[in-house]
Protein backbone atom coordinates (compact mmCIF):
# COMPACT_ATOMS: atom_id res chain seq x y z
CA UNK A 1 0.00 0.00 0.00
CA UNK A 2 1.53 2.90 -0.70
CA UNK A 3 1.98 5.61 1.55
CA UNK A 4 1.91 8.71 -0.31
CA UNK A 5 -0.15 9.54 -3.50
CA UNK A 6 0.98 12.27 -5.49
CA UNK A 7 -0.18 13.36 -9.45
CA UNK A 8 2.35 12.41 -11.85
CA UNK A 9 2.37 15.18 -13.80
CA UNK A 10 1.58 19.17 -13.38
CA UNK A 11 1.88 21.86 -16.31
CA UNK A 12 2.07 25.60 -15.26
CA UNK A 13 2.97 28.78 -16.82
CA UNK A 14 5.31 31.28 -15.83
CA UNK A 15 4.75 33.78 -13.02
CA UNK A 16 2.06 31.40 -11.68
CA UNK A 17 0.77 30.45 -8.00
CA UNK A 18 1.30 26.10 -8.39
CA UNK A 19 -0.18 23.45 -5.80
CA UNK A 20 0.68 20.22 -5.75
CA UNK A 21 -1.41 17.82 -3.46
CA UNK A 22 -0.16 14.64 -1.79
CA UNK A 23 -2.45 12.39 0.11
CA UNK A 24 -1.28 10.49 2.95
CA UNK A 25 -3.97 8.72 4.65
CA UNK A 26 -2.11 6.53 6.39
CA UNK A 27 0.03 9.00 8.60
CA UNK A 28 1.04 7.76 11.78
CA UNK A 29 1.24 10.15 14.91
CA UNK A 30 4.94 10.89 14.35
CA UNK A 31 5.71 11.12 10.71
CA UNK A 32 6.52 14.48 9.30
CA UNK A 33 5.51 15.71 5.95
CA UNK A 34 8.72 16.87 4.03
CA UNK A 35 9.12 17.71 0.34
CA UNK A 36 11.57 17.89 -1.80
CA UNK A 37 12.67 19.15 -5.37
CA UNK A 38 14.94 16.86 -7.92
CA UNK A 39 16.58 17.81 -10.96
CA UNK A 40 17.72 15.50 -13.80
CA UNK A 41 21.10 13.80 -12.87
CA UNK A 42 21.02 15.83 -9.45
CA UNK A 43 19.78 14.58 -5.67
CA UNK A 44 16.68 15.70 -4.14
CA UNK A 45 16.64 18.87 -2.61
CA UNK A 46 14.94 20.20 0.71
CA UNK A 47 11.64 22.65 0.18
CA UNK A 48 10.22 22.36 3.12
CA UNK A 49 8.95 20.49 6.09
CA UNK A 50 5.51 20.68 8.46
CA UNK A 51 3.55 18.45 11.27
CA UNK A 52 0.55 20.51 10.77
CA UNK A 53 -0.99 23.66 9.77
CA UNK A 54 0.82 25.82 7.49
CA UNK A 55 4.45 26.99 7.03
CA UNK A 56 5.91 28.99 5.24
CA UNK A 57 9.77 29.66 3.99
CA UNK A 58 11.40 32.14 1.63
CA UNK A 59 10.60 28.86 -1.07
CA UNK A 60 7.30 27.83 -0.31
CA UNK A 61 4.38 27.32 1.52
CA UNK A 62 3.30 24.10 2.95
CA UNK A 63 -0.23 23.66 3.77
CA UNK A 64 -1.46 20.54 6.46
CA UNK A 65 -5.13 20.26 7.28
CA UNK A 66 -6.49 19.08 10.59
CA UNK A 67 -6.66 15.52 9.80
CA UNK A 68 -2.80 15.48 8.35
CA UNK A 69 -4.07 13.30 5.67
CA UNK A 70 -3.08 15.23 2.43
CA UNK A 71 -0.81 18.21 2.25
CA UNK A 72 -0.23 21.04 -0.74
CA UNK A 73 2.98 22.93 -1.91
CA UNK A 74 2.74 25.81 -2.49
CA UNK A 75 4.88 27.88 -5.09
CA UNK A 76 4.21 31.47 -5.75
CA UNK A 77 5.12 32.70 -8.93
CA UNK A 78 7.11 29.60 -10.59
CA UNK A 79 9.79 30.16 -13.05
CA UNK A 80 11.19 28.13 -15.93
CA UNK A 81 13.92 26.99 -13.13
CA UNK A 82 11.55 25.52 -11.40
CA UNK A 83 10.52 22.88 -13.79
CA UNK A 84 11.94 19.36 -12.07
CA UNK A 85 9.95 16.63 -9.76
CA UNK A 86 8.33 16.96 -6.58
CA UNK A 87 8.50 14.76 -3.90
CA UNK A 88 6.55 14.31 -0.77
CA UNK A 89 7.96 12.57 1.91
CA UNK A 90 6.34 11.29 5.25
CA UNK A 91 8.10 9.76 7.54
CA UNK A 92 9.57 9.81 10.79
CA UNK A 93 13.04 8.18 12.40
CA UNK A 94 13.96 5.13 10.49
CA UNK A 95 14.39 2.21 12.94
CA UNK A 96 10.81 1.95 13.15
CA UNK A 97 9.56 -0.60 10.44
CA UNK A 98 10.60 -1.43 6.87
CA UNK A 99 9.74 1.38 4.14
CA UNK A 100 9.19 3.74 6.92
CA UNK A 101 10.77 7.04 4.67
CA UNK A 102 8.60 6.82 1.62
CA UNK A 103 9.50 9.33 -1.63
CA UNK A 104 6.73 7.79 -4.32
CA UNK A 105 7.04 8.70 -7.71
CA UNK A 106 6.59 12.53 -7.56
CA UNK A 107 4.80 14.95 -9.29
CA UNK A 108 6.72 16.24 -12.84
CA UNK A 109 6.36 19.94 -12.75
CA UNK A 110 7.13 21.54 -16.07
CA UNK A 111 6.46 25.67 -15.85
CA UNK A 112 5.84 26.50 -19.72
CA UNK A 113 7.51 30.10 -21.13
CA UNK B 1 31.00 24.36 2.96
CA UNK B 2 30.82 21.35 0.95
CA UNK B 3 28.08 19.16 0.22
CA UNK B 4 27.36 15.60 0.07
CA UNK B 5 29.99 13.87 -2.57
CA UNK B 6 29.56 9.98 -4.07
CA UNK B 7 31.89 8.75 -5.85
CA UNK B 8 32.40 7.42 -8.86
CA UNK B 9 29.75 9.15 -10.65
CA UNK B 10 29.20 6.51 -13.11
CA UNK B 11 29.91 2.68 -13.00
CA UNK B 12 29.29 0.20 -15.55
CA UNK B 13 29.70 -3.44 -14.01
CA UNK B 14 29.56 -6.92 -15.67
CA UNK B 15 27.20 -8.96 -14.49
CA UNK B 16 28.58 -11.46 -11.51
CA UNK B 17 30.89 -8.36 -10.48
CA UNK B 18 31.32 -6.92 -7.09
CA UNK B 19 31.10 -2.93 -6.97
CA UNK B 20 31.75 -0.58 -4.08
CA UNK B 21 29.97 2.86 -3.65
CA UNK B 22 31.17 5.68 -1.75
CA UNK B 23 29.53 8.39 0.22
CA UNK B 24 31.10 11.35 2.15
CA UNK B 25 28.92 13.04 4.42
CA UNK B 26 28.94 16.64 5.43
CA UNK B 27 31.44 16.71 8.23
CA UNK B 28 29.72 16.39 11.57
CA UNK B 29 26.40 15.40 9.94
CA UNK B 30 25.57 12.01 12.57
CA UNK B 31 23.09 10.71 9.98
CA UNK B 32 23.67 8.91 6.65
CA UNK B 33 21.11 7.47 4.46
CA UNK B 34 21.59 5.31 1.44
CA UNK B 35 18.62 5.56 -1.52
CA UNK B 36 17.89 3.17 -4.44
CA UNK B 37 16.15 5.30 -7.19
CA UNK B 38 15.23 3.68 -10.72
CA UNK B 39 14.54 5.01 -13.75
CA UNK B 40 11.44 7.55 -13.05
CA UNK B 41 10.85 6.44 -9.86
CA UNK B 42 11.54 8.58 -6.82
CA UNK B 43 14.04 7.65 -4.02
CA UNK B 44 13.71 3.91 -2.43
CA UNK B 45 15.48 3.66 1.11
CA UNK B 46 17.53 1.10 1.58
CA UNK B 47 19.57 2.12 4.71
CA UNK B 48 20.23 4.45 7.82
CA UNK B 49 22.99 4.95 10.25
CA UNK B 50 23.57 6.92 13.03
CA UNK B 51 27.30 7.48 13.59
CA UNK B 52 28.96 4.21 12.83
CA UNK B 53 25.61 2.03 13.93
CA UNK B 54 23.44 0.93 11.24
CA UNK B 55 19.60 1.54 12.58
CA UNK B 56 17.73 0.19 10.13
CA UNK B 57 18.90 -1.70 7.18
CA UNK B 58 15.13 -3.06 6.38
CA UNK B 59 15.35 -1.43 2.93
CA UNK B 60 18.35 -3.38 1.67
CA UNK B 61 16.66 -5.57 -1.16
CA UNK B 62 19.06 -8.66 -0.65
CA UNK B 63 22.00 -10.13 1.23
CA UNK B 64 24.17 -8.91 -1.92
CA UNK B 65 23.81 -5.82 -0.47
CA UNK B 66 25.67 -4.66 2.34
CA UNK B 67 26.77 -0.69 3.83
CA UNK B 68 29.11 0.00 5.95
CA UNK B 69 30.12 2.90 8.17
CA UNK B 70 33.13 2.18 10.28
CA UNK B 71 34.32 5.77 11.80
CA UNK B 72 30.73 7.14 11.86
CA UNK B 73 31.58 9.31 8.33
CA UNK B 74 32.70 8.01 5.01
CA UNK B 75 30.02 5.34 3.97
CA UNK B 76 30.67 2.21 1.83
CA UNK B 77 27.89 0.84 -0.07
CA UNK B 78 28.56 -2.61 -1.18
CA UNK B 79 26.65 -4.50 -3.97
CA UNK B 80 28.14 -8.14 -4.12
CA UNK B 81 27.10 -10.46 -7.60
CA UNK B 82 25.60 -7.49 -9.24
CA UNK B 83 22.66 -8.39 -11.49
CA UNK B 84 20.92 -6.57 -13.82
CA UNK B 85 18.12 -5.18 -12.24
CA UNK B 86 20.70 -3.64 -9.46
CA UNK B 87 21.20 -0.90 -12.34
CA UNK B 88 19.69 2.46 -10.64
CA UNK B 89 21.16 5.96 -9.22
CA UNK B 90 22.49 4.98 -5.53
CA UNK B 91 21.94 8.43 -3.51
CA UNK B 92 23.63 9.01 -0.50
CA UNK B 93 22.31 11.91 2.05
CA UNK B 94 23.32 12.88 5.13
CA UNK B 95 21.70 15.07 8.15
CA UNK B 96 22.55 17.04 11.11
CA UNK B 97 20.64 14.61 13.79
CA UNK B 98 18.00 12.70 13.22
CA UNK B 99 15.42 12.08 9.97
CA UNK B 100 13.34 15.45 11.08
CA UNK B 101 16.68 17.58 10.34
CA UNK B 102 16.54 17.96 6.58
CA UNK B 103 18.41 15.24 4.48
CA UNK B 104 21.53 17.02 2.26
CA UNK B 105 21.71 14.59 -1.08
CA UNK B 106 24.36 13.82 -3.22
CA UNK B 107 24.88 13.73 -7.07
CA UNK B 108 24.21 9.66 -6.88
CA UNK B 109 26.17 6.63 -8.35
CA UNK B 110 24.48 6.03 -11.71
CA UNK B 111 25.25 2.23 -11.95
CA UNK B 112 25.02 0.23 -14.57
CA UNK B 113 24.79 -3.36 -14.76
CA UNK B 114 25.51 -5.28 -18.19
New interface residues.
Partial sequence: LAKTTQPISMDSYEGQEVNITCSHNNIATND?ITW?QQFP??????II?GYKTKVTNEVASLFIPADRKSSTLSLPRVSLSDTA?Y?CLV?????T??????????TRLTVIP | GAGVSQSPRYKVAKRGQDVALRCDPISGHVSLFWYQQALGQGPEFLTYFQNEAQLDKSGLPSDRFFAERPEGSVSTLKIQRTQQEDSAVYLCASSLSSMRETQYFGPGTRLLVL
Avoid: E, I, K, M
Avoid at chain 1, 41 to 46: I, K, L
Avoid at chain 1, 97 to 106: I, K, M, P, V
Fill in positions: YYSQGPRFQVYGDAPGGANNLFFGTG
